[in-house]
């Protein structure tokens, strides 16, 4: 049984069609030869586009790689790595305009550009050894149930279980320090003064020592009040309204007697610039919005720290904590 198709009726040919067909029936070999030819000739050319085209994909691989190294490294940049010795270096990072406008009232207080400081040869380890037994202790009289403790020489508050106590209460100060504790604590607290007025181009005299300044002692504990939730993201000047000039004097070593716990600057670009404690190092950064940051959960030993704070506001200073 023939199909439908098979009994359909040829159209008529056109003939301007059949001109054409017949001409390309001519060209469709002479181009094959022509294209073969080309071929034959240019083999040694086909040789090298082959190894033009594997070095062009290797170069594209090699791109993507350093592509996303870069990508990594944005998201996790260690400015201050614990095994580096850092003698002082500065980041630049634009005034948030609430600092700013509240820094305006204190003339010789005003920073040349807002920003970061980090310095590993201020602070002796020395120095640092005295501030570290001081701190422990302090922190025998005391300790959060939440891993993280903090002490505070001027006010005397001491973490203990979950709220906290006057450590003065406790114990007399003229049994707790030493002579020496005092004048290390002086001299560091100068020194301090002394880096940050040369880092942001202002006057010594212009700062001021503010409350609250405290020994922090952190562990992997559990939080067990929400003052032991160091981990959170906060600016300083909010926390503590006093604070201008932030630092931090760091008492023991990352990596070493202690593991996570490093201070991270979460910048608004959704990256962090890391700094690793380290005994000794000292880090100074302007207390507005420009300077988020928090610190990483500590996941093992203990991170001994201080922290030692400035303001320009006169009527915010303290002095020195005498240790009664
Ligand atoms: O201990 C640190 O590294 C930072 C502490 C801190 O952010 C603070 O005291 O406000
Ligand atoms: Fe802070």
């Given at each position: 049984?023939?199909?439908?198709?098979?009994?359909?009726?040829?159209?008529?040919?056109n003939?301007?069609?059949?001109?054409?067909?017949?001409?390309?029936?001519?060209?469709?070999?002479?181009?094959?030869?022509?294209?073969?030819?080309?071929?034959?000739?240019?083999?040694?050319?086909?040789?090298?586009?082959?190894?033009?085209?594997?070095?062009?994909?290797?170069?594209?691989?090699?791109?993507?790689?350093?592509?996303?190294?870069?990508?990594?490294?944005?998201?996790?940049?260690?400015?201050?790595?614990?095994?580096d010795?850092?003698?002082t270096?500065?980041?630049?990072?634009?005034?948030?305009?609430?600092?700013?406008?509240?820094?305006?009232?204190?003339?010789?207080?005003?920073?040349a550009?807002?920003?970061r400081?980090?310095?590993?040869?201020?602070?002796?380890?020395?120095?640092?050894?005295?501030?570290?037994n001081?701190?422990?202790?302090?922190?025998?009289?005391?300790?959060?149930?939440?891993?993280?403790?903090?002490?505070?020489?001027?006010?005397?508050?001491?973490?203990?279980?979950k709220?906290?106590?006057?450590?003065?209460?406790?114990?007399?100060?003229?049994?707790?320090?030493?002579?020496?504790?005092?004048t290390?604590?002086?001299?560091?607290?100068?020194?301090?003064?002394?880096?940050?007025?040369?880092?942001?181009?202002?006057?010594?005299?212009?700062?001021?020592?503010?409350h609250?300044?405290?020994?922090?002692?952190?562990?992997n504990?559990?939080?067990?009040?929400?003052?032991?939730?160091y981990?959170?993201?906060?600016v300083d000047?909010?926390?503590?309204?006093?604070?201008?000039?932030?630092?931090?004097?760091?008492?023991?070593?990352?990596?070493?007697?202690?593991?996570?716990?490093?201070?991270i600057?979460?910048?608004?670009?959704?990256?962090?610039?890391?700094?690793?404690?380290?005994?000794?190092?000292?880090?100074?950064?302007?207390?507005?919005?420009?300077?988020p940051?928090?610190?990483?959960?500590?996941?093992?030993?203990?991170?001994?720290?201080?922290?030692?704070?400035?303001?320009?506001?006169?009527?915010?200073?303290?002095?020195?904590?005498?240790?009664?």
């Amino acid at each position: 049984m023939g199909t439908r198709s098979s009994q359909r009726v040829s159209k008529p040919t056109n003939p301007k069609k059949v001109k054409k067909k017949e001409r390309n029936a001519v060209e469709v070999p002479s181009r094959l030869v022509r294209m073969k030819k080309f071929i034959e000739m240019h083999k040694g050319a086909q040789k090298i586009t082959l190894i033009l085209m594997a070095v062009f994909g290797l170069q594209c691989a090699y791109l993507l790689k350093l592509f996303k190294l870069f990508e990594e490294s944005n998201n996790d940049l260690t400015w201050a790595s614990s095994n580096d010795i850092i003698p002082t270096k500065q980041a630049v990072v634009p005034c948030s305009s609430s600092y700013l406008e509240d820094i305006q009232a204190f003339s010789g207080c005003i920073p040349a550009q807002c920003g970061r400081v980090v310095a590993d040869n201020v602070i002796t380890s020395a120095e640092a050894e005295i501030l570290l037994n001081l701190a422990k202790r302090g922190f025998a009289y005391g300790e959060s149930d939440g891993g993280a403790s903090i002490l505070d020489f001027h006010s005397g508050a001491l973490s203990k279980g979950k709220k906290f106590v006057n450590i003065y209460s406790l114990i007399k100060a003229s049994e707790l320090f030493h002579e020496e504790d005092i004048t290390t604590y002086r001299s560091v607290r100068r020194k301090i003064q002394n880096l940050l007025a040369s880092a942001f181009n202002i006057s010594e005299s212009a700062l001021y020592l503010t409350h609250p300044t405290f020994f922090s002692f952190l562990t992997n504990k559990d939080a067990a009040t929400v003052h032991d939730e160091y981990w959170h993201t906060h600016v300083d000047k909010e926390t503590y309204k006093s604070f201008h000039y932030t630092s931090l004097l760091y008492l023991n070593n990352y990596g070493k007697d202690f593991t996570g716990g490093r201070f991270i600057f979460d910048e608004l670009a959704n990256y962090s610039t890391i700094l690793e404690p380290k005994k000794a190092r000292l880090s100074g950064f302007t207390s507005g919005w420009e300077n988020p940051h928090h610190v990483e959960r500590v996941t093992g030993g203990s991170r001994y720290a201080a922290t030692i704070s400035f303001t320009c506001n006169p009527k915010n200073a303290i002095k020195d904590p005498g240790f009664r």
